[in-house]
């Protein structure tokens, strides 16, 4: 049911945020709704879901109205710090938010932009199981002025499905990019690599699979083990065993090479688009410092330099807005050195990189070793930009940079 909130200092009960805080106003805006519904676990999950049997006190029909009341609730927050900017991108992220009616997507979204009256291109995404979709569903999110439908593919592999625990079969994707394009929909597909007993060749029939759909977009993910996941239950009685890291850097490198042969570029370390307007903006908005509310359980959000974060579960979240409550748990105000540090983790792994004036003092002195192990491209134009093998150790560049 998702890791534990981070420790922060307390949220006021209406939800304020502190005293002096400044918006930009032309600071990108978007809106995150968490949909935490599931209908069963996948065994490498660690996200804030929750199945049927675990809501204890918590309803799905109620839980349209229930978010709606903190979008009122974020509309009265903002609106003390000045006149409302226009909502540019909204991400309906899980969780399964499709399992929920379409017409309770509609209605949030609907109250997303009456409160936040969007820019004339909002991007609209819903990420979406493949046997949760059909022509109805893609229709009535299309109506809406939903732009994107994220397809959580993961593999095209029989057994490497079992070992996630996915619960749909690979039609299932097909059925579901044919009725999202049928409908004027974008269309995205998520991709896992690295899990046990995954080959190489396991990897590149997902790979071309994804590629015969013709998606717009493509993101591709190392497996990662979380402790308290049933996977990781599974790896430590001995079942099966630890992604390989160099299987897993092999599998990324046929990630790249096939994606780029058939048309789409890296953007993100780990995300490819078809074009420049195909790339995720708001997930873009992100990794370049951007203002977002986080609707929903456990959700998080971002107001110039405040981050703050919802209880976790839904009854929870439930009982605290139906008594005029704020429902967030806790909140950081970043410092100078932590947002620092954020620009250089989160902006190096772009295609665009970093230019040098963001970096630490003194961290452009190391560029030249960067450079020597092929990690970072020769400096032209005062920006820092990962080479392949770079993307492959972001995390050492990260900590070169910033040590």
């Known amino acids: 049911m998702g890791a534990a909130l981070p420790v922060g200092e307390p949220v006021p009960t209406d939800g304020s945020l502190p005293s002096g805080t400044v918006i930009d106003p032309s600071t990108p805006f978007g809106a995150y709704l968490h949909i935490p519904f599931c209908r069963v676990r996948c065994g490498y999950c660690d996200f804030n879901t929750y199945t049927a049997t675990e809501l204890r006190g918590a309803r799905q029909d109620d839980y349209a109205d229930t978010l709606l009341r903190e979008v009122t609730l974020a509309r009265r927050v903002l609106s003390d710090l000045g006149p409302p900017r226009p909502v540019q991108t909204v991400f309906f992220g899980g969780g399964t938010p499709t399992l929920l009616p379409a017409d309770d997507l509609v209605r949030m979204l609907d109250g997303v932009r009456a409160a936040f009256p969007g820019a004339d ?104 083990v979380e402790d308290g996941t049933a996977l990781a239950r599974r790896i430590r009685r001995g079942e099966v065993s630890l992604p390989d890291d160099d299987l897993q850097a092999e599998m990324y490198e046929l990630a790249d090479d096939l994606l780029t042969e058939a048309g789409l570029s890296w953007y993100e370390v780990s995300n490819w688009a078809r074009t420049p307007a195909d790339r995720c903006r708001h ?88 450079v020597a192990d092929g990690l970072v491209e020769p400096r032209r134009d005062d920006r820092v930009r990962l080479t392949r093998r770079g993307r492959l150790l972001a995390d050492r560049v990260v900590r070169t940079l910033t040590a």
């Open 283 to 370: 997930n873009a908005a992100y990794w370049q410092g951007g203002d977002w509310w986080g609707f929903g359980p456990g959700a998080h959000g971002h107001i110039a330099g405040t981050r703050f974060w919802n209880v976790r579960h839904p009854a929870a979240y439930a009982q605290r807005l139906a008594h005029g409550l704020s429902p967030a748990a806790g909140r950081e105000v970043l410092t100078a050195s932590s947002r620092l540090l954020e620009t250089v983790l989160l902006g190096v792994r772009t295609r665009e990189g970093l230019g040098i004036a963001s970096l630490p003092p003194g961290a452009s002195a190391v560029l030249p070793e960067l």
């Open 121 to 224: 291109d909002v991007e609209v995404t819903v990420e979406a199981n493949p046997d949760t979709v059909d022509a109805v569903v893609a229709g009535r999110l299309a109506d809406a002025g939903v732009t994107r439908l994220s397809i959580g593919m993961q593999s095209a592999v029989g057994h490497v499905l079992e070992t996630l625990d996915r619960s749909h079969g690979r039609d299932a994707v097909a059925t579901a990019v044919a009725v999202a394009r049928d409908a004027g929909l974008g269309v995205s597909l998520d991709l896992i690599y690295g899990t046990p007993r995954e080959s190489l060749s396991d990897w590149r029939t997902s790979l071309e699979t994804a590629l015969a759909l013709g998606p717009d977009h493509l993101s591709a993910y190392a497996l990662i």
